[in-house]
């Protein structure tokens, strides 16, 4: 079977199953292949925080986009998401991260985000729940959360109702460039072309991308998630810990119908070739411990349920988003490090604005992958000289 569009999407996560949605709305057609189910892994597996406050300064005009989106979606998709607008706040435990809510609240202004930082009674005010070692809160008010389990799927069947053609449980094994296009092998013998291709499968997609000469150190981890027996509704915001310290940022949300999620600290093991993760006990035991430090009123709660997922890290914490740097009409968006959710319809908005009309205003030039080509080539001539 061999089946030709305009652009062949590679992985239905939020960012390839968002960026089918806006390639569609463009005329554009689409073919989106997804080895599992839409949603299945990282993209289903999160936090669900829909969270820009935190995030790099350079990310914060496609993250402000994703909020737009994430506001209208019930509109967009015709479903409903669970996307409540219910304000995001961080808190911090030490001087130095008070001190950096304020520096960061004053660069983020430049950038359409409004923060608020609270120290000492003003803070516990606003918060009374809060532990007494809490030193200062940065809130955003228009930031909240969503259902990740709901979101890429919803946005892959609003795709296919436009006339995306979304192809589940499909590896793709082989993607080369040819002299009309690309080609793309599936593990079933199929093929697909397309003029196109956007890659963002996640933590499999060093693969991919290593076909084309631009290998990237791409790691696999589990993200520690738990949900507690429901109780009283109270918590309608979520809060996290802004630390530099992995075990105590921990971070939670309540949904409406009482159970309070919570996630953060250590990550656990992942295997990309068995597409498995685990939730280690001692690390949810953990999580409680600190949940406990920051809203001490938690300590008498159940944990119900855990769960982890297969999510995608780099070096840097930052995605590749953009252009391939060697081979034209290639995209990569991929290795969000455990932050792709809520930008993740900014990034497929962006890149269908760029794969259709091959510019963007918004600048990408810090997310591309040619970044670990430069890598390699400085630690390549390190070693050279010392020998």
Known sequence: ???????????????????????RRRKRSVILLERGLTGQQASGVNFGGVRRQGRALEQLAMSN???????RSRELLGEDIEFLPSGHTRVCYHAHDAEYFHRYAADARDYGLDLEVLEGAAMFRRFPFLGRDVLAASISPLDGHANPRLAAP???????????????????????????GFRVQTATGDVYRADQVLICAGAWANA??????????????????????PVPYVF???????????????YFRQIPRGNIVLGGGPAGPADAGTRR?????????????????????????????VWSGVESYLPDS??????SSKTDGLFYAFGFSGSGFQIGPGVGETLAELIDTGSTPIDLASFSIRRFQRASSTHAESVTSES
Request: charged content about 20%; cysteine-free.
């Open 236 to 250: 309608q915001f979520s809060m996290g810990v802004y630390t530099s310290i992995k075990e105590e940022s921990v």
């Open 208 to 229: 991919l991308s290593t076909q084309f000469g631009e290998p990237v150190p791409l790691a696999a981890r589990g993200p520690q998630m738990a949900v507690t027996e």
């Open 318 to 323: 930052e995605p590749v988003i953009g252009p």
């Open 277 to 305: 993760a685990s939730v280690l006990p001692e690390n949810t035991v953990a999580q409680m411990a600190q949940f406990r430090r920051m809203v001490p009123a938690m300590g008498p709660l159940h944990v119900i349920r």
């Open 154 to 180: 919803a946005f892959g069947r609003a795709a296919a109702r436009l006339g995306a053609r979304i192809v589940e449980n499909t590896e793709v094994m082989h993607v080369e460039k040819e002299s009309d």
């Open 65 to 71: 986009r994703a909020l737009d989106t994430w506001r």
């Open 1 to 23: 079977m061999s089946e030709r569009a305009d652009v062949i999407v590679i992985g239905g996560g939020i960012v390839g199953t968002s960026t089918a949605l806006f390639l």
